[in-house]
Nanobody, 128 residues
Framework: QVQLVESGGGLVQAGGSLRLSCAGS????????MGWFRQAPGKEREFVAAMSQSGDNTIYAESVKGRFTMSRDNAKKMIYLQMNSLKPEDTAVYYC?????????????????????WGQGTQVTVSS
């Protein structure tokens, strides 16, 4: 199983930017699909962004589309989430996740249960 550690969270004013990083260890990163999720207090964990194993395809939640950008560096075993134009409603704990053993390298996964490994999360707080 891949081990994941997120970093880069913090406190930022509305309209600001943050870049989250997710460092992987263990198995190769080349054969995994990846995702970012978030969980606000009192709410269920929700999908934010996903990238296919191939790296060619990405998909974003409507609430972050146009503001967030997901990327990956297989050689470094890193996943990134660039977050711009942050809003107070983006406040949450952000988690990265990977899915191993994808059968279709262009598929993207948006459901919690579709992922095998999760990081511990990093807190993002956006003040108004």
């Amino acid at each position: 199983q891949v081990q994941l550690v997120e970093s880069g969270g913090g406190l930022v004013q509305a309209g600001g930017s943050l870049r989250l990083s997710c460092a992987g260890s263990g198995r190769t990163f080349r054969n995994v699909a990846m995702g970012w999720f978030r969980q606000a207090p009192g709410k269920e964990r929700e999908f934010v962004a996903a990238m296919s194993q191939s790296g060619d395809n990405t998909i974003y939640a409507e609430s972050v589309k146009g503001r967030f950008t997901m990327s990956r560096d297989n050689a470094k075993k890193m996943i990134y989430l660039q977050m711009n134009s942050l809003k107070p409603e983006d406040t949450a704990v952000y988690y990265c996740a990977v899915r191993e053993g994808t059968y279709y390298i262009y598929a993207m996964y948006t459901k919690n249960y579709e992922y095998d490994s999760w990081g511990q999360g990093t807190q993002v707080t956006v003040s108004s």
